[in-house]
Nanobody
Framework: QVQLVESGGGLVQPGGSLRLSCAAT????????MGWYRQAPGKQRELVAF???????NYADSVKGRFTISGDNARNTVYLHANSLKPEDTAVYYC?????????????WGQGTQVTVSS
């Protein structure tokens, strides 16, 4: 059974940085896309960044130039480096991967990690 395990959230002051990690475990044949989403209180979940298997990346306009997504296929892990954090970045961050396993291709989600940007 495939599972995604996140780590790296926490409380940070405005202007600070965090690195989020998300590792996939279980029987994995291949990973297509890796991405990060976030959901703030009272708001819908939104895409933050994603990276496809070829290495191309895409970012939400609100995080361009501040956040960087990267993947380590050997470790089945995706990272989100968040710099110059703002209070409006406060949210629960979720990773998502499109994974091919014994049961075929499916979307998998992490459990979520809280990021709070506050002084």
């Amino acid at each position: 059974q495939v599972q995604l395990v996140e780590s790296g959230g926490g409380l940070v002051q405005p202007g600070g940085s965090l690195r989020l990690s998300c590792a996939a475990t279980g029987t994995i044949f291949s990973i297509y896309n890796m991405g990060w989403y976030r959901q703030a209180p009272g708001k819908q979940r939104e895409l933050v960044a994603f990276i496809i298997s070829g290495g191309s990346t895409n970012y939400a306009d609100s995080v361009k130039g501040r956040f960087t997504i990267s993947g380590d296929n050997a470790r089945n892990t995706v990272y989100l480096h968040a710099n110059s954090l703002k209070p409006e970045d406060t949210a629960v961050y979720y990773c998502m991967m499109i994974i091919v396993g014994p049961s075929g291709r499916d979307n998998y989600w992490g459990q979520g990690t809280q990021v709070t940007v506050s002084s």
